[in-house]
């Protein structure tokens, strides 16, 4: 991921801000903690479920396909997890090391990349269990309607206010 949403990027962010850069580097860290504990618990809820289903008896009824697709989304709940929870780790190695920057910037990319890997196990999920419940093509409709939902709200929604001058958001 680039560095393009460094906390630098944001000094200008609100000109009416009387804050010194480890004011709004402390404020950065506490709003990027209170979003990722939301990510977190549901992420970790989301890996456990799926790492009980192969004990399940049904798992043996699933086709080489949904095989596939159940290690697809059980590697990207993984990945999002380790990538969700990083930043605690980082905060515990670089705590009192004054390297507060260095934690923003890291756990924002790994908070973007994490979302992204959420948002694709999500989408395993919706294939697996409609796949389970209605059959082959409303599975890959429903997986496909979980991505453009995920993009649309999480991303591009986000990213065209962004650039959005009446600042709405």
Sequence with gaps: MGDTEHPDAQKNWDTNRDETEAQRLDRNWSSLLQELRVAQTGVQLLTGFLLILPFQQRFTQLDATMRAVY???????????????????????????????????????????????????????????FDTVIGRTGAWIAGGCTLVALTAFWYATPLLGRSDKNNVY
């Excluded at 990945?79 to 260095?102: C, D, E, N, Y």
Aim: glycine share 8%; with cysteine.
């Design 71 to 129: 290690l697809i989304t059980v590697g990207c709940s993984i990945g999002a997890t380790v990538l969700l929870v990083a930043p605690v780790s980082m905060h515990r190695l670089l705590f009192r090391r004054h390297r507060l920057k260095t934690l923003v910037a890291a756990s924002h990319n790994y908070a973007i990349a994490g979302t992204l890997l959420l948002g694709t196990a999500l989408a395993g999920v919706a294939i697996l269990i």
